[in-house]
């Protein structure tokens, strides 16, 4: 069983040869600070720049971060309490604290069913792990895989009709991006992730996924002012939101595979400046929400020129993934989740 490896094991499906792991740590040095910088310019979406950049981001970054939690899944109780329960209890609790005292709203009750803010992805990561079993059986033949996937696109789509879905327990994000966490865990598990990286290395599909990308992106920014961002959160139901339908939500599915194969042929498979902040990324992710909230309520968004704004707005991200990303934060992240 896929489910019970050992640390040893677990590293040898990972690759056997060191690429593979700088892969990762280089594909989530990029999500992270792309996560970062698409919070960052959030507040100035009408911004022509910032409103195409932050479409186009969110088209990809979520949905491949989730590939990667997917394809680094174990079902290990105890990991899941102490690398996800108990941050999200603490950090739930902080955030809601720091909103309190420092911004005054007091009215924000303590409550942990709906997560702050980016707290969400840690529920909805919770929630996957402890479905793991589940889907180790449903996926335990090729057949399988593709019916599996196949259902929880559907369900992904179908669940945009129903009302009650929403913020709370992160419900309608669970089910519109668990598609891609089950593609993690299936590549994983049936070792096809050279497959994937012998595919995306040919020149032949990189220009095909260029090509792809590059018409996405500038259809973008042709259309930016008739698309309503909140399509691409997988939070919001059809009747929630301007023109958003099935045909939108399968069409969002479909930009996200795109650019997600595409960012994935570009990111570098051998050891790179940025490969160690691919390894600290949680503390970048709970932390930087921190220092958004404070940036919100400074002169930053002031500034008049979009140009400058964006330009700022790339230094003052990969800043912060840079403080947040040094082994100082690092030690004291897992001192707080108990390890």
Known sequence: MILHKTETEAAVSQGESGSRIYFFDNLKAILITLVVFGHVIEPRLWVSVIGVSYSFIYLFHIPLFVFCSGYFARYRPKKIITKLIVPYILFQLAYILFERFVFGNYDLPIQFTRPYWMLWYLLAAIVWMLLLPLIDVVTNRK???????????????????????????????????????????????????????????RWQVRCILGVLAAGILLWLAFNYHRIDVRWLYGAFSFEELPRYTAIVRVLCYVAAFVTALFLLAVTPRGKTFFSAIGRRTMPVFLLHGFVMRLLMKSDFYAIQSGVLLFVASIFISLGIVWVFSSRVFERTYRILRLQ
Not at 159 to 173: K, Q, T, V, Y
């Open 143 to 201: 057949r399988n895989i593709v019916l599996t996937v196949g259902v929880s696109l559907a369900l992904g789509v179908i669940s945009g009709f129903d009302n009650s879905l929403g913020h709370e327990m992160s419900l309608s994000r669970i089910v519109y991006f668990a598609p891609f966490f089950i593609l993690g865990f299936c590549v994983q598990k049936t070792g096809s992730v050279e497959r994937l990286q012998s595919l995306t290395a």
